[in-house]
């Protein structure tokens, strides 16, 4: 496994983490604007990931590691909120991440 593709994974999944709290929190047109600009760019990233990854396991790093940081980012908008970590969510998104990882590590 390559990681060059694996690297534009991760920036792809951390700009879609972008996106997706933009589709939540946008109110003007500017917002909307730099939401779409994510949207391009993250799915620009992921398909340079497939030339380096097979569809399969790029598909599945970038759904995962994409839960993961916009899972982090609620998690710490939370806490800086006031409200308490979940610890059963933190259990449950670093089973993804094993998970993610175990995938990787078995395309070698």
Known sequence: ??????VF????AIVE?????????A???????????LVCASFFIFMQA?????ASVAYTLFVGFGAFFIVLA????DYYNGNEINL?????IATLLAGVFGLKRLEK
Do not use: D, Q
């Not at 496994?1 to 694996?6: I, P, T």
């Open 9 to 12: 994974v991760i920036i792809g």
């Open 17 to 25: 983490c972008g996106w997706a709290y933009g589709l939540k929190h």
């Open 50 to 54: 497939f030339k380096y990854l097979p």
């Open 27 to 37: 109110n003007s047109n500017l917002e909307y604007g730099i939401t779409a600009l």
């Open 88 to 92: 059963l969510r933190v259990f449950f």
């Open 1 to 6: 496994m390559s990681n060059k593709g694996f």
């Open 74 to 77: 609620e998690m710490a908008t």
